[in-house]
């Protein structure tokens, strides 16, 4: 079961009466981390929403592994949902709140009790257990609400916007620990408008847009596939110049502008292998020095301003 | 092995049962709706503490055990079971379901490895045994305070007379209210986005219930609990008579009532979507 886990949905979609949620979504997320990018309304939510089974698709079906997400008894032993709901109910303690839904599992208040106190010290809130979440700051009520999500060891963890709130120091510790859980073999599903660090932690993406799933894979496959854009190349070298003559020799540069330092160049092309290998045979046969070369836009932001642009911003 | 693991399913859905009870409970004995239905039923027991102002020798000829029968069963029927108990079953049960959708909290549950019905039946346990204990704190408070009018004969009433029977006798009654409203109401939470509205005209029918021709009797919850009455009160004039349901007719038809409902609960949550911004 656990060896071939992954998240299966098949022409997936969700109308809200007329609105269109999500439309004919089939993919499958398999181990990793993947991330959920697109502007506001683009059915990120909905989409996490469908995997955990809060709402119903009104076409398509969705499994994991080979449960279907409608046996809720069996499915959520394996999945765990950090919602966007910044709510919680009144009066408890964190750790009365992390405990407390575990016993509806069926546990023991023992084993509940065991499990929710490695959950909060994971999150970084043992310190804080006893507390009323009334009173955590939102940075901790979003790490309880992962504590919560995260303490019966799901195999599949499913966070919408698990960042938000937390501080850069949060930020990293949380980002730890899903990469722990994605090295531990776990599937980690997220959605983020913060895209600096899904470029850093994702294993693949999901582009979606007006409900849409615009692109779907590893960050470079996808941006390989978005061939009307050329690739953005830095290179930083001691003859900048020189190398920007060769490079407009190839067929497919589009455009070469050198650094204000005459130190760099930044090559627009539309074969980036060309230009590595051109690179390579003036720093071998050449002479060139050769500081750095790297991808400018072959990450997370170029692929959104890419395929979805400025429509309602980052979400 | 079916039938064991058929088992270990019924035990695990029971363990969750009484998980969500507990948790349920807590809820409902916190907070400042809890203050408010405390009161609505405590107004009885300030109402009766105030006849200890009657004169001594008015009181002694006036209040005899029949007579303070009387009036307690009056206050139950009118205030104490129809308004008391159909309140705080419908008080607890919106704060149980509804609030918490409205409180975008209900999804904690959706989350877990439980079947929807048991959720809603876990719910419905801890609603009815909250309004249970609050009623019925206010049923035994209110009866104490009304009969200890008799003074040294109080003992007498309750151990060598019908007082403690009738005391189990209305204590009864007001179980049966919370788990007969308390199944209505529950599932009102489940039709409606406003229960309220709907409650109103349930307990509007309920108050009309001497007027209804008999075979629209059989549809109050009401109907049955004053069959159980170890006193019935006096009905005006204006009264339609009809014979009353015997007394297994009444108590397992509550419960099986109170079931067909919760059945019918469970099957709109096993329905429901969380979209909360919508609801």
Known sequence: MTADLAIRLTEVSKFYGEVLGVNRVSMTIGKGITSLVGPNGAGKTTLLNLVTGLVRPTQGHIAIGDIPITDSEVIFRLVGYCTQYDAFPRGLTGLEFVRGYLTVHGMTRARAHELAVAALSAVGLLDAADRKVAAYSKGMRQRVKLAQAMAHSPEVLVLDEPLNGLDPMARAEVIELLRAMAAAGKIVLISSHILHEVDVISDSVILMNHGYVVAEGGIHEVRQEVEEHPFQVLVRCDQPSRLASRAFALDHTVEVKIHADARGLLVSTKDAAGLYRLVNRLAAEEGLAIEAVQPADDDVQSLYDYLIGNEGGHS | ?279
């Open chain 2, 1 to 279: 092995m079916t039938a064991v693991t058929d088992r270990a399913a019924w035990g695990l859905r029971l363990r969750q049962v009484l998980a969500i009870t507990r948790l349920e409970l807590r809820k409902c004995f916190r907070g400042r709706r809890l203050i408010g239905i405390t009161l609505l039923n405590l107004a009885p027991v300030a109402i009766l503490a105030l006849i200890h102002f009657v004169p001594e020798e008015i009181a002694a000829r006036k209040f005899t055990p029949t007579r303070l029968a009387e009036m307690y069963a009056v206050m139950f029927t009118i205030y104490l079971l129809r308004v008391g108990v159909f309140f705080t079953s419908a008080a607890l049960s919106i704060q149980l379901f509804r609030t918490e959708v409205l409180e975008k909290t209900f999804h904690y549950y959706l989350l877990a490895p439980v079947r929807r019905e048991v959720v809603m039946a876990g719910k419905f346990v801890a609603a009815c045994m909250a309004s249970a204990v609050i009623c019925g704190t206010a049923v035994i408070a209110s009866y104490f305070v009304l009969f200890s009018m008799l003074g040294d004969g109080l003992g007498k009433y309750m151990f060598s007379g019908p007082g403690s029977g009738h005391l189990v006798a209305y204590l009864g009654v007001t179980v049966l209210g919370c788990v007969g409203y308390g199944a209505v109401l529950a599932l009102f939470d489940q039709l409606w986005k406003n229960p309220i509205i709907p409650a109103l005209v349930l307990f509007g029918w309920e108050s009309v219930l001497f007027l209804l021709p008999p075979f629209l009797k059989l549809t109050s919850v009401l109907f049955y609990l004053e069959s159980l009455l170890p006193y019935r009160p006096p009905v005006g004039p204006l009264a339609i008579l009809a014979d009353p349901p015997s007394t297994m007719v009444s108590v397992v038809g509550m419960f099986a009532f109170a079931g067909l409902v919760l059945i019918l609960a469970g099957w709109r949550a096993s329905r429901m979507e969380i979209v909360y911004s919508t609801d």
